[in-house]
């Protein structure tokens, strides 16, 4: 399967998060001349009878056609409900996909939680980039009356902000970022680096000048950019490498950002170990939507 076959995948569950989740997963199908595959998991439940959470689950579906029908009735779209856990089911899609949308937040959990346990799950899971898109923070019942406001406002920020460290994991980062950006006339690619006196110690960099530490980021930042830079010549890059914390400078950056772009290491979800401190805390904190890619 080539990556124009793989489709981008949007998470729905009724809740106006997924409400989000899904507008934006319709838009940016459009953008990557991508399908579009809705896909509502019926978790397991002995409570209720299989016709009736299949009929439910239809309906949520069929709605969410017709949303998309009417934001982008040029889209090809699909639907799909497997009888499986949320994570479990999207983590499982997530090898034939491009991009997997899902809302920050669902209709179970604490309302006071800023990340859903399904959606932590599954950008630390996930085979594909995982896109997390909030509607805001306010209580469901408002929160549905504000969703096409919110998605319509994210459309006016231009910016992607990607979150790069000085490794290989960079590459997947700068990658899916600079396509990402390229799809978006106008769009500029911001590429923050933090740096700290322990990690240029920890990598055998300067210990005790910290302006030679601060020179030495920015090497490094523009080493790894050369090539990506000179693939897509029409993308706006501007290198930021920020002394202190890079998480932070992540999230406030995403209050204005078309999208926030981290990386998430390959290998050590079994040992909950897939995503960093600086990708968790911008997943959790993050203003606007964030993707994570594994690396």
């Known amino acids: 399967m080539t990556s124009t076959d793989r489709p981008v995948i949007a998470a729905v569950d009724g809740s106006s998060h997924s409400r989000a989740a899904l507008d934006w997963a319709a838009h940016e199908a459009v953008r990557r001349g991508l399908r579009l595959t809705i896909v509502h998991a019926r978790t397991p439940d002995r409570r209720v009878e299989p016709d009736t959470q299949r009929r439910e689950a239809e309906e949520l579906l069929d709605r969410s056609v017709r949303r998309v029908s009417e934001i982008a009735p040029e889209l090809h779209t699909s639907k799909l409900t497997p009888l499986d856990f949320p994570s479990a089911a999207l983590t499982s899609l997530s090898r034939d996909a491009s991009l997997v949308v899902l809302g920050s937040r669902g209709l179970g959990g604490f309302r006071s939680l800023l990340l ?89 960099g300067p210990v005790f000048d910290r302006d030679a530490v601060a020179d030495s980021a920015e090497r490094t930042l523009a080493e790894l950019t050369a090539g990506w830079r000179e693939k897509y010549p029409q993308v706006e890059a501007v290198r930021e490498p920020v002394g202190g914390s890079a998480s932070r400078t992540l999230v406030t950056a995403s209050a204005t950002a078309a999208l926030t772009v981290v990386g998430r290491r390959r290998g050590g979800e079994s040992l909950g170990l897939g995503l960093s401190p600086v990708a968790q805390t911008t997943l959790t904190h993050a203003l606007g939507p964030v993707a994570v890619v594994p690396c």
């Not at 306010?138 to 969703?147: F, G, I």
């Not at 920020?157 to 396509?179: C, K, M, P, R």
């Open 116 to 204: 859903g346990s399904n959606s932590l799950a599954i950008a630390s899971m996930a085979d594909c980039p995982v896109v997390v898109v909030r509607s805001g923070p306010s209580d469901e019942d408002t929160e549905a009356a504000k969703t096409e406001e919110t998605a319509g406002a994210a459309e006016t920020h231009t910016d992607i902000v990607a979150g790069v460290a000085a490794d290989e994991s960079s590459e997947g980062v700068l990658e899916f970022a600079f396509e990402t950006a390229a799809s978006r006339p106008g769009a500029r690619l911001r590429i923050v680096h933090g740096w700290t006196m322990f990690s240029s110690m920890l990598s055998g």
